[in-house]
């Protein structure tokens, strides 16, 4: 997949930019908060219908301005002609337009997955500091980029898992026994479709990942990644049913694919509280190298783009160098850099006979640097 043309109109603090992109290596590079991150935001927001960063699609209209386009023309995709034209328009007060084509989609969903993406980003670090939350999230995010009947099961899985929750709340009488049934059965039956998926995902990321880490550290640790899960208890409505009497106590679900985690190590000990800042940031960046991997073997037999969000800050310079030599090589597609250290980027490169293109940004106005 490549993105050869860029189109913004009033995206957070981009008033207007029009960029034509290279094939292969573009760089962006500012200050910190000129707008960097926003352009690679845009990005993602064509591939994945929702912002990276802010849940609230009206909150990235740029201030005082009524409404905010973006919009993507593609090329090498695996659709059935030459070239893809994605665009969203949203006014403030309405809902987002998402177009294919110029086709309107009747759900967001059928869109997911047609563009994959993978984006490394400084926020990367609360998979290992935050809640099992953020870990699921990454698992979703990947997953249903190639595997669209997993969105199906999730929303089942959410809402089942919701109305048992409504009932199990319930404080004038007790719930219904035939209802908590009939949400525990499909609770099950989606939990344990999800599972059986995340858990084959996991197993092929694993070795990839390690090897990601270990080219990227030169061999100085070793990483592992365990997924957790209640399914892995027993049949899943048994484990959901077994402890009802702790859920009506306690008024929500305690058991199920929602508590799922994926545990990160660090030669052998839990990774949150062994790594360093730099081991952190590789673990991560492996991670996400690993998942870039993953799709490109997976999703809709196209190269996924990488987005690599100020990735070099807080590494030392021979992970640096690893990390410079891993993606300026042939596995990787188009690739988008920010960076406030325009020598980072002279290494990329220097190091790479690829086509590249520099772009400099300063609040929210995007210049193209001859090269």
């Not at 996924?304 to 969000?309: A, E, S, V, W």
């Amino acid at each position: 997949m490549v993105l050869e043309k860029l189109s913004i109109l009033n995206y957070k603090n981009i008033r207007e930019a029009t960029l034509l992109m290279s094939p292969k290596i573009n760089c962006l590079i500012g200050q910190n908060g000129v707008g960097k991150t926003n352009v690679l935001d845009a990005i993602y927001f064509l591939s994945f219908c929702r912002s990276a960063s802010n849940p609230v699609d009206s909150q990235v209209i740029c201030h005082e301005e009524p409404f905010c386009m973006i919009e993507g023309s593609y090329s090498e995709w695996s659709g059935d002609s030459e070239k893809l034209v994605v665009s969203c328009g949203m006014k403030r007060g309405t809902k987002k337009h998402f177009k294919r084509n110029k086709k309107e989609y009747k759900r967001l969903s059928e869109h997911i997955g047609l563009i994959p993406l993978v984006v490394v980003s400084p926020s990367d670090t609360l998979l290992i500091e935050g809640g099992s939350e953020e870990r699921r999230r990454l698992m979703d995010m990947v997953i249903s980029q190639y595997d669209r009947s997993y969105i199906d099961a999730l929303a089942r899985y959410n809402n089942a898992h919701q109305q048992r929750n409504i009932l199990l709340k319930q404080e004038e009488s007790a719930p219904d026994p035939m209802l908590l049934q009939i949400w525990e059965e499909q609770m099950a039956e989606a939990g344990e479709e999800i599972f059986h998926k995340r858990d084959t995902f996991v197993q092929e990321l694993v070795p990839v990942f390690q090897s990601y880490y270990e080219q990227i550290s030169l061999g100085r640790e070793q990483v592992g990644l365990v997924y957790t899960s209640h399914c892995q208890r027993g049949p899943l409505l048994e484990v959901i049913q077994r402890d009802r009497a702790k859920d009506l106590a306690v008024g929500y679900s305690l058991h199920g694919i929602h508590r799922d985690d994926l545990e990160f190590t660090l030669d052998g000990h839990l990774m949150k509280r062994e790594g360093s800042q730099g081991q952190n940031k590789t673990f991560v960046i492996a991670l996400k190298l690993a998942q870039f991997d993953f799709l490109k073997r997976t999703a809709s037999k196209t190269t996924p783009l990488l987005l690599l969000d100020d990735i070099f800050d807080k590494l030392d310079a021979e992970r640096v160098e690893q990390i410079v030599r891993l993606v300026s090589g042939d596995a990787f597609g188009q690739i988008f850099i920010t960076d406030t250290n325009r020598d980072h980027l002279d290494r990329i490169l220097q190091s790479s006979v690829l086509d590249y293109k520099i772009f400099f940004v300063d609040n929210g106005v995007i210049t193209e640097k001859d090269v």
